[in-house]
């Protein structure tokens, strides 16, 4: 048998034995091709968080005018004088109009209840609520005092704020960072292991105005010493939280 002959017959052979293989796997669904795995690097998950105290710069002030009458139109009438003399009151002590914002404006039907009788239309009630801010702390006494004065009869509360929170917020991350590779090291050299790179980082928090505080209107602006409402701002807290990945190495 020549050369050429032997080798055509060995292909034919390791054809043979091929087929049969392929067919199997189509028939099971199993693939020909081997896949290998590769197993997930090891990894650090910890996260920290920053915090400054700030002094506040802003305060917001939530008032109103309630007034009530025997007609809705009175109500509304005595209403809209009350307030025109708050606005005005506004102005004088220095807020300006954009600082200035309606927040409110009702009217309802008030009613006197008593057992085994219909309801009984008493009149109407008129409100007007404003919101105010104030940009000179040293002013929020007595600018509560002047409004008062003018016809307030509601203050609904008082929140202290920052006009621009991106200084104190810029603080707080740097502090989270740190505090975050410190509990990272930390950990690499308790567990004996290299500590890598940071794969991810995602952050959380930030400065959010505190819901308003009561403040209680009195029935006189000024006390016999002719001191205004003693206002204190305190400290404003900036948190910012932070989470982050690392890798590790044996």
Do not use: C, W
């Not at 708050?86 to 927040?103: C, K, M, N, P, Y």
């Amino acid at each position: 048998m020549t050369r050429t002959a032997r080798a055509l017959m060995l292909g034919s052979a390791l054809m043979t034995l091929a087929v049969p293989a392929i067919a199997s796997a189509q028939a099971t669904g199993a693939s020909p091709m081997q896949v290998h795995a590769m197993a997930q690097q090891p990894a650090l998950n910890l996260s920290a968080y920053g915090e400054v105290k700030v002094a506040p710069d802003q305060a917001t002030i939530n008032f109103g005018v309630v007034t009530e009458a025997a007609t809705a139109q009175e109500a509304m009438t005595q209403n809209a004088q009350q307030m025109t003399r708050v606005v005005a009151a506004l102005r004088r002590a220095g807020i300006a109009e954009r600082d200035i914002q309606t927040s409110g404006l009702n009217l309802s039907a008030q009613y006197d209840y008593q057992q085994n009788e219909p309801p009984k239309l008493r009149g109407y009630q008129a409100q007007n609520r404003v919101t105010v801010v104030i940009n000179d702390l040293s002013k929020v006494g007595a600018t509560a005092d002047a409004v008062v004065t003018a016809g307030v009869n509601q203050i609904d509360g008082i929140a202290f704020g920052l006009k621009d929170a991106k200084a104190a917020e810029d603080q707080a991350r740097q502090l989270a960072v740190r505090a975050l590779q410190d509990k990272a090291r930390l950990y690499a050299q308790a567990l004996g292991v290299q500590l890598g790179g940071v794969r991810s980082l995602t952050e959380g928090g930030g400065f959010t105005p505190e819901p308003p505080r009561p403040m209680y209107a009195r029935a006189m602006a000024m006390d016999a010493g002719g001191a205004s409402t003693p206002v204190s701002a305190g400290e404003l807290t900036v948190r910012i939280d932070i989470s982050g990945t690392y890798d590790i190495g044996r």
